[in-house]
């Protein structure tokens, strides 16, 4: 079964910088475009960024110019540089494949990396 293993995230001040990684079983990296998400309590999760299989990025409004993605064929995952954090960024990180992973009917996704960002 493929998988995606999301890792990076913790604690950090307002203002800080932190770096998540995506691994990926197999080649799903390599043969996609990716995708970060982010979900927050009591939010809907929803898309921070995104990269297609050449390497072009795009970014939700609401993290342009502090947040960058990127991708690193070779190791078979994809980076999300977080800079400038603010508390409202805090929630579960996601990466997924464009379209999303699917298991039958259902979504599949990774277990997240949690970002907390203290003010």
């Known amino acids: 079964q493929v998988q995606l293993v999301e890792s990076g995230g913790g604690l950090v001040q307002a203002g800080g910088s932190l770096r998540l990684s995506c691994a990926s079983s197999g080649s799903i990296v390599v043969d996609n475009a990716m995708a970060w998400y982010r979900q927050a309590p009591g939010k809907q999760r929803e898309l921070v960024a995104q990269i297609t299989r050449g390497g072009v990025p795009n970014y939700a409004d609401v993290v342009r110019g502090r947040f960058t993605i990127s991708r690193d064929n070779a190791k078979n995952t994809v980076y999300l540089q977080m800079n400038s954090l603010k508390p409202e960024d805090a929630a579960v990180y996601y990466c997924?494949?464009?379209?999303?992973?699917?298991?039958?009917?259902?979504?599949?996704w990774g277990q997240g990396t949690q970002v907390t960002v203290s003010s």
């Open positions: 997924n494949t464009i379209p999303r992973l699917r298991v039958g009917a259902a979504e599949s």
